[in-house]
């Protein structure tokens, strides 16, 4: 009896629990005023930056740029983007902390304000072993399954309806 | 493009969805106009061939998710991502047999939870239904939230206007028209989707080829072409089980194996999986070819409709409107359909009014459709856009399904306890993984736990089955 009633409130629980809000993988520090936002999975190296700038300074900008550095003082500076967009999809990055940061840029190219505040996302992919093991027992669950529908045409059960 | 991303005004995107959405209706009302009984409602007379068939099962698993998901796949994770939603196709290759079994063992049958209910008893039906109804509606609220979103990123038609009018078109048309209407505009939406979906990809070839796309994808993102890509690595096979546990037990797929008629199932889902392999394989290589053609990507489900614009100006804009438009279409509506039917025959016949009419049931059907159409447009009209995330969390509950389905089917010595056992402890050990290690080892940790029950309680302690019992009328 007490097992019938776990059954029948299991799918309870379990809707609960699927109905809890999702819990961001990995975000970076961020502010409402400038300072880009990083999203994204840090277990799989990439990330979404966004962005807002000052209404003011929205209101000059044509463009935006946005720089990706490996260090803090940023030396090793790459642009990412320039555009009209506030944010930016970046994926397949390496382990170790990224940093971003973006500017704001007027009709001729020329910047708006100075850098915003720098946001950091430190990136940690799986060990290779540990997704090698699960890429192995996926393989292994997968060619079972295989190997039993493979086998259902030789055995008796499927042969009729009315066996046993 | 603007700075939002549309790359359609807003004027041209009401008069695709107005000239779509009329003609949707029509052929859904002419379709359906003759139809009198349960069987020819929820099952189109149980006499679908072979073109319909295939267009059916290869529409409805192109859903938004496979033009919209797929290239995300590849650009978050590679040529291992892209490959990981291609195997989504394996669903359709390995359901084809099954598909004939459950015919032949089913001639009257109407829904996987009767399969379930007949097969293994109230306590495995019961958690089948709240599993696979779940599942349903977190599919079909995602589908109708990604309509409203992709039409107002596409277009700036405002979000909630899309998907209304999105939910309204297909509830309407599976209303009047049942199966025969979903199945009839399901092979109109998937050519229009297999065209376009060419289409891109051509153009695509045409300014990047494969060997320049490699060489900057090496240059600028070269963990895409890893081969050991860590999380890539893990997605393979647990996409590929949560591709396999959403077919195995949903009744969009089951609704389908009854309504084709004898001998056309195995072959229609083998030749639907062929024809649907190569929607994502192009989608993802779209993608993998943005960084390569310097695409800002600021929404990642936005790479296609981005790519496409940018490659084919105002006709691809348009050409991606009409496209993303028939693939919600034909997904929603499928859902729509074979939801209800498990509500009408399994909640409304099997435990509010066993014994219920076929009238009876023929109209709570409809009332069931609207009820449910009704249900997902109030919680898409929320907030939370994040719902489809929800979707992903199925993952483990339908793969916690795989080896019950399988081994209910093949093998008349399936434990109904251990079923029930492996469908409790697959998905909570599946739900433990997405939060602990990722979405991407979710459906496979649940699939492995489900198998190990299901085999080892068969086993130890079989328990005989007559196969006549899953066909009442004839067992009478």
Redesign the interface.
Known sequence: MASNEMHRATPFVLLAVLFTPPSASARADSSAFGTPSVKGDAKAGYATISWSAPKQATKQAVSFELQHARNASFGDAKLRYRGPHQASMLSGLPDGTHYFRVRSLGKGGQPLASWSKPASFVVAHHSRRFALTLFGMGALVFALIVVFLLSTKSHPASASRGDR | V??T?AILSGQTAWMLVAVFSVLWVALGYFWGRKTKSLDGHMLADRNVGLALGTATAVATWITSNTTMLAPQFA????IWGMLAYCTAA?GLF?FA??AR?IR??MPNGFTSGEFFRLRFGK?AW??FL??SL?YAFTWLVSMAIAGGVLLQALSGIPYRAGMSVILLVCTLYTLFGGLKAVIGTDLIQSLIILIGIVAVAIATLGQADLGQVHTLLAQK????L?A???????A???N??FG?GEVFHSNVWWSRAFAMRPGVGERAYKLAGVLWLPVPIVAGFIALAAPALDI?????NMVAPLVAAKLLGAGGAIMVFIVVFSSLASSIDSLLASTSDLITQDVVGGLIRPGASEELLKRASSWVTIGLSFAAWLVCLGENR?LA??LF??GP?VGSA?WPV??GL???TTNPTGV?SAM?AG??AG?WAY?TL?W??AS?IG??VS?LIVLSTSKLAPR?????L??PQRAD
Do not use: C, K
Not at chain 2, 221 to 224: E, K, M, T, V
């Open positions: 603007d700075a991303g650009l978050q994770m590679g394996t390995l047999p099954m079994r032949t063992l306590e019961l958690l709240a599993i779940f993102r070269p963990a895409l890893d050991f890509f860590p999380a890539a690595l893990m393979i096979f647990n590929l089980l396999l800002n990507i600021p929404q990642v994040d995330t929800v969390r199925a509950l795989i399988i081994h093949y093998r008349n029930t409790v998905s909570v739900l939060y990722g991407y080892t496979l699939t492995v198998m005989p089955f007559d196969w006549a899953l066909d």
